[in-house]
């Protein structure tokens, strides 16, 4: 079966270099006479048919090999004096062979001065290692005249293989293979060769264990019943789970294929080994110890079957490849020859082997004196030698780990050391002292320290912040009459106007939290906010309140008797803390119901005072604000600038959407900080990529904000080339990222210029912790793919009125103090070398469309729930929702 596999790469990549070509370099000791070692080469190869096989295809497209019944083997000799070994080297490794050419061996006898070479070049699809040992060790008896025993008859094994149960060592495959598994591919962490179509570059790293370690390491394997192989094969499923971030590890083994039931098959010489898959499911809970067990058992279970190619194992497995590295034990017999029985006799006293394999990454484990050699061998285009020997060491040292700690469990096992997890700390590091205040506190602080400077613009209205903070406490006055406070929510149901943000702060000054209803939503998704939340009152206008359904008490914000002087029997004051709730904003939810996050002042007042000492604002700044109230964004856009004296200007209602008024307003208010989402990002950079009427439209800018979504590099690089169009430099632009539930944004990233598919999230805010988790939760390496965790001062206090919810999502912080908490992303990120959080993706069915977070579920949970509708599901297709639905027997649902 492997041979076949071997003649398909052949076929595949015939103008490229063979994988499959073995060299093995053996230097030689005594006497070196070359007829008489050609003629030992020959002998050999006249005893063993197998070595003269040829391969080929025929019309149907079977693969068969052709013994055929004599043939010369193709010596020469070389002299280093004329030539440097590695270009004897090179120039015999670039010759090919054919193979349907017999022999598919030859040998070359390299001299240099006094000392002799032997260069035996094979494929290896007509010798394994194994056979290389018995060549060996039956050329030094040829050299020297001794009588070989008969040859070992290759056609017992064949009719053997022919014999086995074919059908049945599929069904056991299928039922090991059950799943199916997720194919592990360890490359998945490699950059990507600059040409897919290059050639492997072979090269490899060798580690070898020290002889005390080795021992130690067979001391423990015989002391609980197990081989050393196996305990190589479950460091190695360790090892990729904790680098792929899976519990279902598959990779490939190679097995000797010499079976016992075949007499003198162990002298044989050919091609016996095959490559099968290992599974090995990773259980937390399992000591190392139990798993390795578990593995030899499961293992041993399948070798009757490991007769069966591994195309016929990848298609009742579902098709397709099941992994990219390899583990190859050494359990042939030594090399070596006894020594010569007499002084100048010919010896072979080292063996160089330049081959390599088929698979980005191979451990080739060799027994044998002086310790155990790990060879990892290693497509250069994939993983450098850096990257390669990284992953030695973390190898090695966990076989010192089940040496040392045998009962530790396998989600106590990972692979940082010690200084990695220093490094780690250092980058969490982040304490900053933030002022014990609410949002309501800080506005009123600044609002006696520049009463008459512009607070809000929206159109033709400029509220001062002295009329801000009257308007917005007579609003208070009345929400308290009505019982608002800490602890309790209102609702704000107003378009963005000056009277928005009269009813935001109105609210924190009741010591209430505000609960922003959109209502541009559906009819459906707005009552169901304003029922979950609990508010017993909604703040609104006259024209926005006939958008309401009933319910909560509406109290209108623009109406005379809610303004200044107006007569209110107000209710006892009582101011929020840091740790009451500022505002409940609701996300999507996974099981068809929005979730209403709670966010405290403290949170919210971390996330500004860090806003503020990164990026400076000013009193002469203008933010533009233009994103919904109902999107966590909106509320640095709406409370930053008011905090340090700065002016916010609201574009108008719907005018988020449209580039050319965007443009206006930012030109002609003099805007220098505003928010994208980054596709819009990209439509307001395509729309004005050809305005040429106005180029000082971007003169104001001093800083732009991207968040909710991927950015990539191609908006950043748009962005950055259309702002510096006039000669200036670009307007700065920085990634923020954060989910709804840690106060909006935890990480940034100031975009340099350079950027792959996607610019990074950066490096954590201040009082914030990320940590890169795998299933699990042992933090992963750098460069390592894992689920993003967030702890810290930002996390909101969860999901209103769903503590099964709360508690799936915020779990106990094992890095952090006695009840300290961390919440689960569901993102999919890395950490550079440098500490920068690179964004790959979700864990999860939720997605991102244009910046809006949706769960698929929820939509899948509504098309299920339609007249005649069995099932539903829902994708992304080109940017966009597709639902599927699938009808119930017999029905055809109305397609509307």
């Not at 800018?701 to 169009?725: H, I, K």
């Not at 920085?734 to 990074?760: I, K, Q």
Request: charged share 25%; net charge negative; glycine share 10%.
């Amino acid at each position: 079966p492997l041979q076949e596999g071997f003649f398909f790469h052949a076929a595949l990549d015939a103008d490229g270099a063979d994988l499959y070509l073995v060299q093995e370099l053996l230097e030689l000791d005594g006497h070196v006479d070359p007829d008489r070692l050609r003629d030992a080469l020959q002998l050999i190869l006249d005893r063993h048919p197998l070595l003269r096989a040829s391969f080929r295809q025929l019309p149907g497209g079977e693969v068969v090999q052709r013994l055929a019944g004599r043939v010369t083997l193709p010596w020469r000799e070389a002299d280093t004096a004329d030539t440097a070994l590695d270009d004897v080297l090179r120039a015999d490794r670039a010759e090919p062979f054919i193979l349907d050419r017999p022999p598919l061996l030859r040998a070359t006898l390299v001299r240099d001065g006094g000392r002799h070479r032997l260069l035996l070049t094979l494929h290896h699809i007509v010798a394994d290692g194994w056979s290389v040992s018995v060549l060996l060790r039956e050329l030094t008896a040829a050299y020297r005249g001794d009588e070989l025993p008969a040859p070992a008859d290759p056609r017992p094994y064949l009719g053997w293989l022919a014999a086995r149960d074919r059908d049945g060592a599929r069904d056991a495959w299928r039922q090991a293979l059950t799943g199916p598994p997720e194919p592990t591919r360890l490359s998945a962490l490699a950059a990507a060769p600059d040409d897919e179509r290059a050639p492997a570059r072979p090269e490899q790293v060798d580690t070898r264990l020290p002889e005390e370690f080795t021992a130690a390491l067979t001391g423990y394997a015989r002391a609980h019943g197990l081989t050393l192989s196996t305990v190589v094969h479950g460091a190695w499923a360790l090892l990729l789970g904790a680098l792929t971030g899976s519990g279902d590890i598959v990779f490939g083994t190679t097995v000797s294929g010499r079976t016992t039931e075949v007499t003198g098959l162990d002298s044989a010489v050919g091609l016996f080994i095959n490559t099968v898959p290992t599974r090995v499911g990773l259980r937390p809970q399992e000591t190392l110890t139990e798993l390795l067990r578990r593995v030899q058992d499961e293992h041993s279970a399948l070798l009757d079957h490991q007769h069966l190619g591994l195309a016929d194992i990848q298609r009742v497995a579902g098709g397709g490849e099941l992994f990219d590295t390899l583990v190859v034990f050494e359990n042939h017999p030594a090399a070596q020859p006894p020594a010569a029985r007499e002084p100048g006799e010919l010896r072979i006293t080292g063996n160089e082997v330049h081959d390599a394999v088929h698979y980005p990454l191979a451990l080739i484990v060799e027994p044998g004196n002086g310790g155990l050699l790990l060879r990892f061998k290693h497509d250069a285009t994939r993983f450098d030698q850096v990257a390669v020997a990284v992953i030695a060491n973390r190898f090695t040292a966990l076989l010192r780990t089940l040496v040392a700690d045998p009962g530790r469990t396998v989600a106590r096992t990972g692979l940082l050391s010690g200084r990695e997890h220093a490094h780690l700390a250092e980058l969490n590091a982040t304490e900053r002292a933030v002022p014990e205040a609410t949002l309501a506190s800080l506005f009123a602080a600044q609002a006696a320290r520049t009463p008459d400077a512009p607070a809000v613009i929206f159109e033709s209205t400029t509220l001062s912040y002295a009329e801000l903070d009257r308007r917005a406490e007579a609003l208070a006055r009345r929400l308290r009459s009505r019982g608002a406070g800490p602890e309790s929510y209102v609702a704000v149901a107003v378009p963005r106007s000056a009277e928005l943000l009269v009813a935001l702060l109105g609210v924190l000054k009741a010591g209430a939290a505000y609960v922003p209803v959109d209502l541009d939503y559906p009819a459906e998704r707005v009552a169901f906010v304003l029922d979950d939340s609990g508010a017993r009152t909604v703040v609104t206008t006259t024209e926005a309140a006939g958008m309401l359904p009933a319910g909560p008490d509406r109290l209108l914000v623009d109406r005379d008797e809610d303004l200044p002087g107006a007569d209110v029997h107000e209710g006892p004051v009582r101011h929020a803390g840091p740790d009451h709730p500022a505002y409940l904003i609701h996300t999507s939810g996974s099981t068809g119901r929005p979730k209403g996050v709670a966010v405290t002042h403290r949170a919210v007042v971390n996330r500004l005072a860090w806003m503020q000492g990164e990026y400076g604002l000013g009193a002469d700044d203008r933010v533009l604000q233009k994103t919904p109230a109902a999107f966590d964004v909106s509320v640095w856009e709406f409370f930053w600038p008011l905090m340090e004296g700065a002016t916010v200007v609201l574009a108008r209602p719907g005018g988020h959407r449209d580039p050319g008024y965007l443009a206006e307003v930012i030109r002609s208010r003099r805007i220098t900080t505003l928010h994208f989402v980054p596709s819009m990002l990209a439509a307001f950079t395509q729309a004005l990529d050809s305005a040429t009427d106005r180029p000082d439209w971007a003169d104001s800018l001093r800083r732009v904000f991207c968040s909710g979504e991927a950015l990539t590099g191609a908006q950043a690089g748009d962005w950055s080339a259309l702002t510096s169009r006039s000669g200036r430099a670009p307007v700065p632009l920085h990634n923020l990222y954060g989910p709804t539930e840690a106060a909006v944004d935890v990480t940034s990233f100031a975009y340099d210029g350079h950027a792959g598919r996607t610019v990074a999230i950066g490096r954590p805010v201040w009082n914030t912790r990320l940590h890169v988790l795998d299933p699990f939760l042992r933090q992963v390496p750098d460069g390592v793919p894992g689920e993003l965790y967030l702890a810290g001062t930002q996390l909101a206090r969860g999901y209103h009125d769903r503590p099964g919810t709360t508690a799936e999502r915020f779990v106990a912080d094992p890095f952090g103090g006695p009840g300290e908490r961390m919440y689960r992303t569901g993102d999919l990120v890395r950490r550079r070398t440098d500490g920068v959080v690179e964004y790959l993706g979700r864990t999860d069915r939720q997605v991102k469309i244009r910046g809006n977070r949706i769960e698929l579920g929820e939509i899948e949970a509504a098309l299920a729930a339609l007249p005649g509708v069995a099932g539903a599901a829902v994708i992304v297709r080109d940017g966009a929702l597709a639902g599927y639905a699938v009808p119930v027997p017999g029905t055809v649902p109305d397609q509307e």
